[in-house]
């Protein structure tokens, strides 16, 4: 017969389990010149936060710099072993209510899903609305483009053969109305926002499997990700009913949504802690009768500043 491990019934007499971080000079440097000028750690978290860190990473490393002023301990160099720490609950961003609140009028939530989190959401806009952003939206239509994986351009592709358009946010009475609204049910500041996007399907149109996140794996998404954070969350926008087609599906999920006039399709892919969800793989089934508009929008982790505003 085995004996009982001694850690059987005593969860604080558990072995901890630790773990080696890495850090260059710069970076540890910056954090210990910002603790002695009398940073606090949370503060100094969020300011590595904003930068891409990992939340739980930059928690550990502020925590273990502290540790070491706090007690004395010599300064170490290049890595330093920490507890690890568990990850705080993700926390999404839609309320999990009937009824949103869209500033201007309440919106219903006809269904939803957790994990990941999708929801469609009923009369985001109205019919007169849908009907004028596509009026404003006709004369700048041009073949849409992907962002090239290996390069981060724009470029056209047959994985997408809609047309499309962007809006600047905000630039009319109507944009500025449909923005705020819009900001105001996917609980993040406009500013955070990217230009409304409106795309128009025809027959046989459609949009291959892709997501929304930004893969940083060229310098271009690596740039918009520095300048913004990763986008968190998507609303589409259906302006018109689809005779024929045009659902927007979720492969990994088992999911399709059929367009209806004013309805929105709402799913996030980025959580409170920075981890991207796979699952939100998406895409655009062919137009088989009829057409197919929709207006998108994508929310960032902070202010959206476009390449051309950087400069």
Request: aromatic share 6%.
């Amino acid at each position: 017969m085995h004996a009982p491990s001694p850690f059987a019934n005593d969860p604080a007499a558990a072995p901890r389990q630790m773990a080696t971080l890495h850090f260059s000079p710069e970076l540890r440097d910056w954090i210990v010149g910002a603790l002695r000028q009398g940073g606090t750690a949370p503060g100094i978290t969020d300011a590595l936060v904003a930068r891409q860190f990992d939340p739980a990473v930059a928690r550990a490393l502020v925590g273990a710099f502290a540790r070491v002023l706090r007690e004395g301990a010599p300064m170490p160099e290049g890595q330093i072993t920490v507890e690890r720490l568990p990850m705080p609950p993700a926390v999404p961003r839609l309320p999990r209510t009937s009824v949103l609140d869209g500033g201007d009028r309440q919106v219903h939530v006809l269904t939803r899903t957790d994990k990941p989190l999708i929801a469609v959401l009923e009369g985001v806009l109205s019919h007169a609305e849908c009907d004028a952003l596509m009026v404003a939206a006709q004369p700048r239509l041009a073949p849409s483009t992907i962002v090239d994986p290996r390069t981060g351009e724009h470029v056209v592709s047959p994985d997408r053969s809609s047309q499309g358009m962007f809006f600047r946010l905000a630039e009319s009475p109507l944009l500025a109305a449909i923005d705020t609204r819009v900001s105001a049910l996917m609980q993040m500041p406009m500013e955070n926002g990217e230009g409304l996007q409106v795309l128009h399907y025809t027959p046989g149109a459609q949009s291959r499997p892709h997501f929304d996140f930004l893969v940083p794996n060229n310098e271009a998404n690596q740039a918009s990700i520095a300048r913004s954070g990763q986008r968190v969350s998507t609303l589409v926008i259906y302006l018109n009913d689809v005779e024929a087609g045009g659902e927007t599906l979720f492969p990994e999920v088992g999911l399709s949504v059929v367009p209806r006039k004013g309805n929105a399709l709402y799913f996030e892919y980025c959580d409170s802690n920075g981890q991207l969800d796979g699952k939100t793989l998406h895409a655009a089934a062919e137009v088989l009768r009829g057409e197919k508009w929709v207006a998108t929008k994508w929310m960032r982790q902070r202010r959206f500043v476009s390449a051309a505003e950087a400069g």
